[in-house]
């Protein structure tokens, strides 16, 4: 890339040219000037290129979709804009409404379909696939789809949509992706030119507005590096940490005997406070958890910190009755209404997924209008709304992943701290890490200096996806687009290293292979009869050891007072006498001996390789105390006298099992016989085979891997096709009607839905039951709560019998395949969306769920809701028997109250 005046000067020139007169158009309506990399992006568009902008948040890359739309409104074409979450669309469709007019502009999420047929529609890209699968009418006329926040392909749970989409756009469609800054734009930029034609890459990694990077240590800010753009340490702040860990560690002195205990962290609001007596404000603080969130705000509430004055906090409450007069004053009360508006007033508020929608959307857009100063949320926010601020505080560098606390990779901090600095208000960004006993400054600094993002596909063939690529193209055909997936692609790029480590290897095998070359015969041969005597000598002594133990703990047992046995090596070597067999303890026994050297204690089969004999007897006195010196000296001068008695010498080795094993025996015979033994040169031709022998398990190690990813999506999609066809959905090239039922399913419990239609395990079930059996496929617990969730009496106890069972099934039928699908039913959602389609109002619902030994947060409940009534939605659409027509009355009572006023998730 060129520098920002260079891009100036080009297109002043074209200008002149009358080249890019939309681009020309479109600049002279903007309040803005635009950035090199804007240009450049949108000087492609307009040469009938795609392109892919990865960039910054904040930089301005949806500046280029919004050129799209410009062009596809010009041309008299149609664009879709498609985003990740219901929440981005709903903003995206507000910003173009009001830039175009609301005639222009559509929206298609899962819960609002507003004018759907204009020009521009933004949806979320769900909607677009299900819209290219089904062959929709409304993808006549389109001209340009932009594809915002398209790193989402690299999600676990819902990436392989964006490559669907991407694969399946009719070829004469334009698209614009638009992607935060990873650092293999390049690569996927290639494979974009592979399945779309011509797309340029336009990468930026410089902010509009530059990040500063700071620690907070007790209420002193830092700044993290010693210069700006340096990744050197700031020394005045490594001093001061160094001072406080030792004056910590003395604390810790001070308190011999006690365990080390973290700092006590700065009081939150003190910690709000210096950042406003900074200039710091608004601010995001991150912090990695909900309860953590809440209780932020509690603090700062029970210190009575106020951030906004009397004018402010009026127009705060009009703002928030606006967004809350739909909701009913009950529901109010047990969402928390009274002290959350509180919280809002006073400037601070928290954001996470435990709210409903309707309270996140207040608190967007109080903190974009400066009205709450600070916001505690989950990093839920980082990949959220537009809702930038002029310094981000990350409390802690660890959060838990779903499965551990974890560190936060390089770029999760970037993606967190991209929020701070506001473009068009502030001049410069803050990111501000809270120091804690243990966090070394150095760590923090290799976070925020590191930029290796890459982009990873996530994409796996579903069930749905196969039948709809089957009935659209057939078998050959939607293999063969599968493998032109991102996933394929990555993964036949790795081939290509592993494959060249292949030709060394063998050049090198080929090598030594010339050098133990015998002229008296083959001697790889040689080499591998060597091999399988090691082996097979190894393989006897592992044998003989487990059996020798094995016989050594069955004789133990049979050991009496008074029996002289002999310790064969060790410190102990030699005879002794059993005081005490040892029979009574927990595990193998334990016998109490004395030897000849007056030793007593305990032995245990370890002591014995092989088992033990009773080679005599000698009285031991009814009362021993062996831990009396004459008392062991005066058994020990028996013993003694017994072994010249029954002349017990030194034990005699016996053959081992290898001498006796007849196979060992016949390959020692070959090896002998073998026209290379007789070769002066042997022992260097073998040294020479032994490397030859490691060198090609190596290589056939990573011949393997390479067969392994070569195809893999493809063998996986086979593997699909095979099981469906196996249970009814497929018929080699037809799709049956149960498979055409299973194309309208889009969950991820896509085939476990699709079977409990087909076998009639949700029929005869009245709508609330059919809510909460469905609900067990769709839900999915945080931690693990959902063990001895209530279950609702009545049909819906074997309908969720059923399901289970038929999940079990599947779920043997995926091992067989070698696949991972489907997971099990939780039943943790059963009893509120029971209670819930039941027209029972939100506190019954909450509580109970409360005595129940469970939580969910209000904010958890919408969206479960939402979900449950997008899988409903698709069951009716099935048209499959009775489950479809109570699916449509379930609808109708789970639409109701804080479900229907959230339209936004």
């Not at 007019?101 to 298609?108: F, I, N, R, T, Y």
């Not at 204009?118 to 993808?139: H, I, W």
Request: a neutral charge.
């Amino acid at each position: 890339m060129g520098g920002m005046s260079s891009a100036a000067e080009r297109y002043a020139a074209a200008r002149r040219r009358g080249a890019y007169p939309e681009l020309t158009r479109f600049r002279a309506e903007l309040p803005f000037v635009l950035d090199d990399f804007q240009i450049q992006a949108c000087e492609a568009l307009e040469d009938g290129s795609g392109v892919l902008v990865a960039a910054p948040t904040g930089a301005g890359k949806t500046v280029v979709g919004e050129f799209a739309v410009a062009l596809a409104l010009r041309a008299g074409r149609k664009c879709f804009y498609t985003t990740p979450i219901k929440a981005l669309s709903n903003q995206k469709y507000a910003d173009l409404r009001e830039r175009h007019g609301a005639a222009s502009v559509g929206l298609l999420t899962g819960d609002n379909a507003i004018n759907g047929d204009a020009p521009v529609v933004v949806m979320t890209t769900e909607v677009l696939r299900n819209m290219l699968y089904a062959g929709s009418s409304a993808l006549t006329g389109l001209g340009y789809v932009v594809m915002d926040e398209v790193h989402y392909l690299a999600d676990r749970f819902r990436g392989a949509v964006w490559e669907e989409v991407i694969i399946h756009l009719p070829a004469s469609v334009t698209l614009v992706s638009l992607s935060a800054t990873v650092s293999n734009a390049e690569e996927f930029a290639d494979w974009l030119v592979t399945v779309r034609g011509d797309t340029q890459v336009v990468v930026s990694e410089e902010r509009p507005v530059p990040l500063w990077q700071h620690m907070l240590v007790g209420t002193r800010i830092f700044d993290l590096f010693a210069r700006h753009g340096s990744r050197d340490v700031d020394p005045q702040l490594a001093r001061y940490v160094r001072e406080q860990e030792r004056r910590l560690e003395g604390r810790w002195e001070d308190r011999r005997g006690q365990r080390p205990r973290r700092g006590r962290p700065t009081p939150r609001p003190d910690v709000i406070d210096r950042l406003d007596r900074e200039g710091l404000l608004p601010a995001i603080d991150f912090i990695f958890s909900r309860a953590g969130c809440q209780a932020a705000v509690q603090q700062c509430l029970s210190a009575g910190l106020r951030l906004n004055d009397d004018d402010e906090r009026h127009r705060v409450r009009a703002i928030v009755e606006r967004h809350c007069a739909v909701i009913s004053p009950d529901d109010l009360h047990v969402l928390g209404y009274w002290e959350w508006l509180d919280g809002l007033e006073r400037g601070v508020a928290a954001h996470h997924a435990g709210l409903i929608p309707t309270f996140k959307e207040t608190v967007e857009e109080l903190f974009i209008e400066g009205l709450v100063k600070v916001v505690f949320a989950t990093e839920t926010l980082a990949l959220g709304i537009n809702m930038p601020a002029r310094s981000v505080l990350l409390e802690r560098l660890v959060k838990f992943n779903g499965e551990t606390h974890a560190d936060i990779t390089a770029g999760e901090y970037t993606q967190l701290t991209g929020r701070a600095g506001r473009r068009g208000i502030d001049i410069e960004g803050h990111a501000v890490v809270q120091w804690a006993p243990g966090v070394d400054p150095g760590l923090v600094a290799g976070l925020a200096s590191t930029r290796t993002y890459p982009l990873r596909s996530s994409f796996r063939p579903s069930y749905n996806m196969a039948v709809n690529l089957v009935g659209q193209v057939g078998r050959a055909a939607a293999r063969q687009l599968l493998e032109s997936s991102f996933a394929q692609f990555q993964a036949d790029r790795s081939v290509v290293g592993l494959a060249r480590q292949v030709t060394r290897n063998t050049e090198a095998l080929d090598g030594y292979a010339e050098a133990m070359r015998c002229h008296l015969g083959d001697f790889a041969e040689y080499a591998e009869l060597r091999r399988r005597i090691k082996d097979r000598e190894s393989l006897l002594s592992r044998e003989g050891a487990t059996r020798r133990r094995s016989m050594a703990v069955e004789s133990l047992e049979t050991l009496r007072p008074g029996d002289v046995i002999r310790i064969p090596a060790g410190r102990r070597q030699g005879l002794a006498v059993v005081l005490d067999p040892g029979h009574g303890a927990v595990g193998e026994p334990r016998p109490l001996v004395l030897t000849e050297q007056r030793w007593a204690g305990r032995l245990s089969s370890a002591d014995f390789p092989a088992p033990v004999l009773a080679l005599a007897r000698v009285a031991v006195p009814k009362h021993f105390n062996h831990r009396s010196p004459q008392a062991r000296r005066d058994l020990a001068a028996t013993l003694r006298t017994a072994r010249m008695a029954a002349d017990l010498g030194p034990r005699k080795k016996g053959r081992s099992a290898a001498a006796d094993d007849g196979e060992l025996a016949r390959l020692r015979d070959s090896l002998r016989s073998h026209p290379c033994h007789g070769c002066a040169d042997r022992e260097d031709h073998a040294r020479w085979a032994e490397r030859w022998a490691r060198l090609q398990r190596e290589t056939d190690a990573l011949t393997r891997r390479v067969q392994g990813k070569t195809h893999s999506i493809g063998r996986s999609f086979d593997r699909v096709c095979a099981l469906l066809e196996e249970r009814g959905y497929l018929a080699g090239d037809t799709v049956t009607d149960s498979g055409r039922a299973l194309s309208r399913i889009w969950s991820e419990s896509d085939l476990l839905v699709a079977e409990c239609l087909r076998t009639g395990a949700w029929e005869d079930l009245d709508a609330a039951s059919l809510a909460g059996v469905v609900s067990a496929v769709l839900y999915e617990s945080r931690t693990g709560e959902s063990d001895g969730a209530r279950v609702p009496d009545g049909a819906i106890r074997p309908a969720l019998a059923a399901t289970v069972t038929l999940w079990a099934d599947l779920e043997a039928a995926e091992s067989r395949h070698r696949l991972e699908l489907t997971r099990e039913p939780d039943l943790g959602f059963c009893w509120p969306a029971y209670r819930w389609t039941r027209g029972e109002p939100l506190d019954r619902v909450l509580s109970g769920l409360t005595e129940s030994g469970q939580e969910l947060a209000a904010g958890d409940f919408v969206r479960w809701c939402r979900q449950l009534l997008d899988l409903l939605d698709q069951i009716a659409k099935t048209n499959a028997g009775p489950a479809a027509a109570t699916a449509r009355a379930a609808i109708t009572a789970i639409r109701r109250g804080v479900v229907a006023q959230s339209g936004v998730s």
